[in-house]
């Protein structure tokens, strides 16, 4: 199949679990034998296009006018009509897009398509503006096939447009994230891999939960490996909290891309307090390693963490989030549990949710 991959922004130049999404899915189709364009942004920049040995790169300029400014449109909202052209230029078996002008691009090219949901929007938790929410429920209702990436994210789109998508997870490419033989030595090393900056993350819940780790294991460590200004989520803590944190905390920076395998499989445990996650790559990642994790029950992390493999704990609740972490500690000991992880993570290898993409394909197809 000739397949269009729509998002505004890529991998690695925006380092993010959707734009790692579009990635590997663009490498792993093109492994397959598909040929795919990565229909993607370049901010200030002419269009090109770029040879990848695999897929093809077609970068468009970015634009969001000066006066939609006010009312938060950003180039989200815009690239549809800029990939508009090109997909009037072009024909396609199926596109795929990841965002909502993207999706109804692709309707008003009259080309198959599917269109992703990556964010966890629900009535509960619908898009901030009302204009948002109109943009994403035209493009659910009008693609020939929505999608969204759990079971939970699922629900909340249904719920928001009274249309059900297809669960599509993303996948990941465990050879690129090979487990660790058995737990490092030494002092327990917890691993916070989200964009600290990101108050969806809440960073700032496991900062108020670190005390608590520390009375019951003094010589825990935090590393937060994600980018992002920690310095909000620390300056919400009382004092005496705050430097009972620093003390212990190390901030590693996003790193190279080669860094990422290296730190989870240095880490003891990886934690994600997000609330409303959609799906939770990291999570994926981390088992992948043979490191344990600890998510909220939220959104759709919890489809991915059992107790062989992690604890999880209530949104918000710095108390309870301590002791699934304490839990998890306990839990990296094992000797068995680096390889249960992961095997358990490999169901989302791409081997296996790959397939799954191409019966979406063939789907809006027919």
């Known amino acids: ?191 916070f891999n989200g964009f600290a900056g990101d108050p969806r993350k809440r960073l700032d819940v496991l900062l108020r939960a670190l005390p608590a780790v520390l009375e019951v294991l003094p010589d825990a460590r935090l590393a937060l490996g994600g980018g992002g200004d920690a310095g909000p989520a620390l300056d919400r803590l009382d004092a005496g909290v705050r430097r009972a944190v620093v003390a212990v905390l190390d901030d590693l920076g996003p790193g190279a891309l080669g860094d990422v395998p290296t730190r989870y499989r240095q880490a003891t445990v990886s934690v994600l307090p997000s609330v409303e996650e959609a799906f939770g790559l990291v999570l994926v990642e981390s088992l992948a390693c043979g490191t344990p994790v600890v998510c909220s029950r939220s959104g759709g992390m919890p489809e991915i963490v059992t107790d062989a493999v992690g604890c999880t704990a209530p949104p918000d609740d710095p108390a309870r989030l301590a002791a699934a972490i304490v839990g998890a500690v306990a839990l990296a000991a094992d000797p068995a549990t680096p390889a249960r992880c992961a095997e358990h993570a490999r169901q989302w290898d791409w081997d296996q949710v790959g397939p799954l993409h191409e019966l979406a394909y063939a789907r809006a197809r027919a």
Request: glycine residues 8%.
């Open 1 to 191: 199949m000739r397949i269009a991959l729509l998002h505004p922004f890529s991998w690695p130049t925006v380092r993010r679990g959707g734009e790692r999404y579009l990635h590997d899915l663009g490498r792993w189709l093109s492994e397959r034998g598909h040929d795919v364009d990565i229909v993607t942004g370049a901010v200030d920049a002419a269009p090109a296009e770029h040879d990848l040995g695999g897929p093809r790169l077609v970068r468009l300029p970015l634009w969001a006018p000066a006066r939609l400014a006010p009312y938060g449109v950003t180039a989200l909202d815009t690239f549809g009509a800029t990939a508009s052209r090109h997909l009037a230029r072009e024909r396609y078996d199926v596109v795929h897009a990841l965002v909502p002008s993207g999706g109804l691009a692709a309707v008003a090219a009259l080309q198959p398509s599917v269109y992703t949901v990556l964010g966890h929007p629900s009535p509960a938790n619908p898009p901030a503006r009302a204009w948002s929410r109109a943009l994403l429920t035209r493009a659910v209702k009008a693609v020939r096939v929505p999608a969204a990436l759990s079971r939970s994210a699922a629900d909340g789109v249904e719920g928001l447009t009274g249309r059900r998508p297809l669960v599509l997870p993303p996948g990941v490419r465990t050879v690129d994230f090979a487990a660790k033989p058995a737990a490092p030595a030494g002092p327990p090393r917890l691993l």
